[in-house]
């Protein structure tokens, strides 16, 4: 009679073996990012924030490149704020270039941008973008006079405009009011002015603009130099 052990050994060799680990649990997959269809790629840089396409995802490869580069979509909204925007007191190179490039990119599409400027970008953007609907400059600002037919002239379908910082003269208003017909939102609370502005110019600024935030006169004067610019300023209404 067979000993228990020898039972036991028999019942072990009946048992199935266990099978087979399939051979793709032990291999790597590797992806070809590069090779991903074109309106995948489109959707995958649609969700980053423009700055990182502008600094590097759009350099990692030839395809990509072209799709970062090629796509005018892409560009229609520009938005590259940053916290150093308002911490600056001068907007580095390297930002302006940034801005140049987004532009570029939008192949004259562009309808709104939000970021940096200054009045050589300013004329930049206008001449490229006929369409620009938006503009908000997170940077500080201040557009000379002469810089005024070079940029507000050129903007006849601005509706929204914002500016965070900075100086803003009469020339700018008046302008605004003469060419862009469609401006809804002027907020310029955080600006300053050094001009005293008239009763005649204010009300046609709140009459025209639906969305108004004047910046403020700039303190710093006597009682009497204000009283004065103020009487000047309405002798010279317009």
Not at 134 to 148: I, K, N
Not at 219 to 227: E, I, L, P, Q
Request: positive net charge; glycine residues 6%.
């Amino acid at each position: 009679m067979p000993s228990s052990s020898r039972r036991r050994r028999r019942r072990r060799s009946r048992k199935d073996p266990p099978p087979a680990a399939p051979l793709h649990e032990h291999e790597t997959t590797t992806r070809n990012w590069a090779a991903l269809p074109r309106d995948v790629q489109w959707a995958l840089f649609s969700r980053l924030p423009q700055a990182d396409i502008l600094r590097g995802a759009g350099l990692a490869c030839a395809s990509w490149r072209r799709t970062a580069v090629d796509e005018p979509l892409l560009w229609r909204h520009i938005n590259i704020a940053s916290q150093e925007d308002d911490e600056a007191k001068d907007v580095p190179a390297r930002r302006m270039a940034m801005a140049r490039a987004a532009v570029d990119r939008a192949g004259g599409g562009c309808e709104s941008y939000r970021g940096p400027a200054d009045p050589s970008f300013l004329a930049y953007l206008a001449a490229r973008s006929p369409s620009l609907r938006g503009l908000e400059v997170t940077s500080r600002l201040y557009l000379p006079d002469s810089f005024v037919g070079k940029v507000i002239a050129k903007l006849p379908m601005l509706e929204r405009l914002v500016l965070r910082r900075g100086l803003v003269v009469k020339a700018t208003l008046r302008a605004l009011m003469e060419h862009c017909p469609r401006l809804e939102l002027l907020h310029a609370g955080g600006c300053y002015m050094m001009e005293a502005m008239g009763s005649r110019m204010r009300a046609r600024l709140e009459t025209t603009i639906k969305d108004l935030a004047l910046p403020p006169l700039s303190g710093g004067g006597c009682s009497f130099c204000s009283a004065r610019a103020t009487r000047i300023a309405e002798e010279e209404d317009d």
